[in-house]
């Protein structure tokens, strides 16, 4: 199954903000899920290092594309944690499918 999630997180994650708004989305709806955020934010216990070695990018280049995302205002990471601020326009910007995470339907 994570093999599953993982391919489908890879897909159509070609550029890098668009992969890493991909994984804010993604963790996002998922830690709501199961009651892991106050409101929009939650914990982000990830390094940069973590990212770029999940996503195969450089820890210089993720760092750079936090910082957009950072600026963008519509999601910010910062202090090990994520808060999504627009989740509509994140979700829009990253290009985001959530119809594979079946467990947010579950009755």
Do not use: W
Not at 12 to 35: D, F, P, Q
């Amino acid at each position: 199954m994570a093999h599953k999630v993982h391919l489908e997180f890879m897909q159509g994650a070609g550029e890098s903000a668009e992969a890493i708004n991909e994984m804010a989305c993604e963790l996002c709806l998922r830690l709501k899920t199961v009651g892991l955020c106050e409101g929009n934010r939650c914990d982000f216990l990830l390094t940069q290092v973590d990212i770029a070695d999940a996503l195969g990018m450089t820890q210089p280049h993720v760092g750079r594309t936090i910082s957009q995302l950072n600026k963008s205002g519509v999601a910010i990471v910062r202090r090990e944690k994520l808060e999504v601020t627009d989740l509509h326009k994140l979700k829009k910007i990253a290009a985001f499918n959530s119809n594979y995470l079946h467990h947010l339907y579950a009755g």
